[in-house]
């Protein structure tokens, strides 16, 4: 059986980060053919389109990170009802230069995590328009803005009771996005 290998861009650096806690449980509940990478964007420098003909080790890490998956899975907060800087900043470097879009043709899906009652709904919005714009499709419904509360998380870390029937329902329709953009294999 053949893996589909999916980069997981959190928009976050926090270290207790909410939507990379959230990711690490929602992989657990993937398809076994599915692999999932985390890929680091904390390191990337501001981008700065006099120097994208000549990326630095950490841009040339995130672009053939993102050119070797098959799909991509996307964690992002919402700040001030936008994603985070350093998820813009990732998203440009991998688009630059022009001609060489990294995100091109990858399927997508977006979840969020937020305190707030609307869950990252806003942020989502955004992150959709700029994936547009990238050529990534992405996955349309479900929509997932989870809103962090008591039992979001089980005991173990994993999604907790009252979200993993909505999750797992979520993951299956991702899973099947991803293999109809893919081309199913193995």
Known sequence: METYRIAVIVGSLRKESLNRKFVEA?????PVEFSFKQVQIGDLPHFNQDE???PVDPVRRLKGEIGGSDGLL???PEYNRSISGVLKNALDHGSRPYGHNVW?????????VS??????????????NILACLDVPVLGQ???YIQAKEGLFDEDGGIGDATRG?????????????????????
């Open 104 to 112: 091109a043709g990858k399927p997508a899906g977006i979840v969020g």
């Open 115 to 128: 305190v707030g009652a609307a869950g990252t709904a806003m942020a989502q919005q955004h992150l959709r």
């Open 142 to 144: 479900p929509e997932v």
């Open 166 to 186: 909505f999750m797992q329902a979520w993951m299956d329709r991702y899973a099947a996005w991803v293999k109809l953009h893919t081309g199913e294999r193995g």
């Open 52 to 54: 994208e003909l000549h």
């Open 74 to 76: 996307f964690a992002t």
């Open 26 to 30: 929602l992989v657990r509940i993937a």
